[in-house]
């Protein structure tokens, strides 16, 4: 399995918390940035690893920001993408589950390490269901062709 994981400013002592975490369990991550407590912009993070989820170099993304809220939203513009902002367990597995996610948002600010990183843990651990749940991804999909033409 194969991970890319960015963050903006807010995000940073969580992602390198997240990056520990799985190369402790040997698990395969590319780090695109930021890489310093500078002040930056959440979209340019949220696109680049977006764009990497969505070219299959990597399974999933994993973006930090303050809240996990910008990050969200700008890797959602991306058709494919279904990133959630997860800050529960159940939200966690519930979203492979069921919307077949493929980014996880976390917000540094908002949880604490433990639980971010039993989140990352349950979200890499679960597997989408299919059936109607497919169905309903496909009509996500029917609305980006609808609206990026
Ligand atoms: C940066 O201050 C903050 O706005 C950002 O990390 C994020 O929370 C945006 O949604």
């Not at 764009?51 to 299959?56: F, L, R």
């Not at 367990?89 to 077949?100: I, L, Q, W």
């Amino acid at each position: 399995m194969k991970i890319a994981v960015g963050c903006d400013h807010g995000g940073l002592n969580l992602k390198n918390e997240i990056i520990k975490h799985l190369n402790s369990k040997n698990i395969e991550i590319k780090d695109f940035g930021t890489y310093t407590s500078e002040s930056c912009d959440y979209p340019d993070i949220a696109k680049v690893v977006g764009e990497k989820v969505i070219e299959k170099e990597f399974d999933f993304g994993i973006l930090v920001c303050g809240t996990g809220i910008g990050v969200s939203i700008a890797a959602n513009k991306i058709p494919g993408i279904r990133a959630a902002l997860c800050h529960d367990t159940f939200s966690a597995h519930a979203t492979r589950e069921h919307n077949n996610a493929n980014i996880l948002t976390l917000g540094e600010r908002v949880v604490g390490t433990g639980l971010a990183l039993d989140i990352v843990d349950t979200f890499l651990n679960s597997t989408f269901q299919g059936e109607r749940h497919q169905r309903r991804i496909d009509k996500i999909a029917d609305i980006e062709k609808k609206y990026n033409k």
